[in-house]
């Protein structure tokens, strides 16, 4: 925690709380927390005492640490739940994905009442589709219908996830390449608020044909396939 308040600074803090991060926080940058993950490597229980301080920058680089062979479910959960910046979200999903929990998780957290359960889920489903090589199309071709159907009347936050898990579904497959593209131009233009950043939402259509372009040049099969030969997002982002 030393080490974490020494590296803030103001202005990081202002920016994550332009990004939505609340709660005590010290600022540290993406690029010194990815250092320390690299020092210190996978530490578990650090992990969990680096959570319970509820600090942003604390958890941020506990959900880094973590052991997704150890990590439980009720920890997973607990983590969504109290995660105090939106955005970071991401490595929630992240580890439950490398976790054993992860399909059982999106699941539940698809259906959820709760719109920030809902948005892990459909990130969740998109690392799923991104790193989970074996099984059949079903269950992801399934969540690009429902998301054509519901992502213009879904709330702001959810809308934004379901539109970047479109894009991870489509570079699933070949199959879910057409799927997710034909449902991308039927669903159009989106209207996402980023509120006071300068974040734009990306066109999904495009944006497909450039990750299976830009596979296809460094000799991959899938968007996907490329995904699973990198570091995994959670330490490498």
């Known amino acids: 925690m030393r080490a974490l308040e020494q590296a803030g600074s103001e202005q990081t803090r202002k920016t994550y709380a332009r990004h939505g991060a609340t709660g005590p926080m010290f600022g ?45 479910r009720a920890v997973l959960e607990r983590w969504a739940k109290e995660f105090g910046a939106p955005g970071c979200l991401m490595y929630v999903a992240a580890l439950a994905a490398e976790s054993p929990h992860g399909p059982a998780l999106a699941r539940k957290w698809l259906t959820a009442k709760s719109e920030r359960l809902r948005v892990t889920g459909w990130t969740l489903a998109g690392q799923l589709a991104s790193g989970d090589e074996g099984g059949d ?76 372009a830009h596979a296809a040049a460094k000799g991959f099969d899938s968007p996907a396939a490329q995904e699973r030969s990198r570091e995994p997002v959670r330490t490498r982002c």
């Not at 301080?53 to 604390?58: I, L």
């Not at 969540?143 to 991870?168: K, S, T, W, Y």
């Open 137 to 212: 199309d079903a269950w992801f071709a399934e969540l690009v219908a429902r998301l054509e159907r519901e992502i213009h009347a879904a709330p702001n936050g959810e809308r934004d996830a379901m539109n970047r898990a479109l894009i991870q579904l489509g570079g699933r497959s070949k199959a879910l390449r057409r799927s997710a593209a034909a449902a991308a131009r039927r669903i159009g233009k989106l209207e996402i608020d980023y509120g006071d950043t300068s974040c734009k939402a990306p066109d999904a259509a495009s944006y497909l044909e450039k990750t299976w």
């Open 28 to 72: 540290v940058s993406f690029a010194t927390l990815k250092q320390l993950v690299k020092r210190i490597g996978v530490d578990h229980e650090l992990a969990l005492e680096l959570w319970s301080t509820g600090n942003h920058d604390a958890r941020t680089l506990a959900v880094k640490l973590a052991d997704p062979t150890r990590v439980t």
